[in-house]
Nanobody, 128 residues
Framework: QVQLVESGGGQVQAGSSLRLSCAAS????????VAWFRRAPGKQRDFVAA????????YFADSVKGRFTISRDNAKNTVYLQMNSLKPDDTAVYYC?????????????????????WGQGTQVTVSS
């Protein structure tokens, strides 16, 4: 099993940038594809981005495409979500999730059921 811990959240103004980190322990992160999801207040949890096990393939929600990037450093057992040009609509709790069942990006990489391991989340608040 793998344990995931998110960090890097905070409160920023619109137009700012943040970088979230998802640190893994228990098992090497190279054995997992990883995704970020987010839950805004009063809304369901939505897909944000995913990266395959090696880091050479990614997938983004339309709402963040061109503003967010996802990357990973398997030597550090960490996945990153770089968020630029933040908007108030990006305010949410951000979760990272991992799956060992599908190491490469598929059309279903945006689905919660693909992921077996979840972190506790980190809050991102963007003010206008």
């Amino acid at each position: 099993q793998v344990q995931l811990v998110e960090s890097g959240g905070g409160q920023v103004q619109a137009g700012s940038s943040l970088r979230l980190s998802c640190a893994a322990s228990g098992r090497a992160l190279k054995n997992y594809a990883v995704a970020w999801f987010r839950r805004a207040p009063g809304k369901q949890r939505d897909f944000v981005a995913a990266v395959n096990w090696s880091g050479d393939d990614t997938y983004f929600a339309d709402s963040v495409k061109g503003r967010f990037t996802i990357s990973r450093d398997n030597a550090k057992n960490t996945v990153y979500l770089q968020m630029n040009s933040l908007k108030p609509d990006d305010t949410a709790v951000y979760y990272c999730a991992a799956t060992g069942r599908a190491l490469n990006i598929t059309p279903y990489s945006n689905m919660e059921y693909q992921y077996d391991y979840w972190g506790q989340g980190t809050q991102v608040t963007v003010s206008s």
